[in-house]
């Protein structure tokens, strides 16, 4: 397990960029499959990216794909993931997660990933 904190969330104008961040704890993380998840209010939490422990491989789900970057940088045991011409659609609650595995093909549930952090809430409006 390790706990994560995730930073960088706020309001932004439609078309604006945001980075997020998520600070891990814990020396086992660099073995760890990352992930990006939001959730709306009523809608379930959705995945958006998954990198894998070295950051050469990536998943994007379509709703983001093109838009939103993730990286890591195992010497700061950070996840990041720069946002991009935000829609008010991308108004959620987003949150960082780990996984003990890689999916290339982004076949996860949430309960693939073990740890979670608290949430960084992201607003798109003018």
């Known amino acids: 397990q390790v706990q994560l904190v995730e930073s960088g969330g706020g309001l932004v104008q439609p078309g604006g960029s945001l980075r997020l961040s998520c600070a891990a704890s814990g020396r086992t993380f660099v073995r760890l499959a990352m992930g990006w998840f939001r959730q709306a209010p009523g809608k379930e939490r959705d995945l958006l990216a998954v990198i894998n422990w070295s950051g050469g491989s990536t998943f994007y789900a379509d709703s983001v794909k093109g838009r939103f970057t993730m990286s890591r940088d195992n010497a700061k045991n950070t996840v990041y993931l720069q946002m991009n011409s935000l829609k008010p659609e991308d108004t959620a609650v987003y949150y960082c997660?780990?996984?003990?595995?890689?999916?290339?093909?982004?076949?996860?549930?949430?309960?693939?990933?073990?740890?979670w952090g608290q949430g960084t809430q992201v607003t798109v409006s003018s």
């Open positions: 997660a780990a996984s003990t595995h890689f999916d290339y093909s982004g076949r996860y549930t949430p309960r693939d990933f073990g740890s």
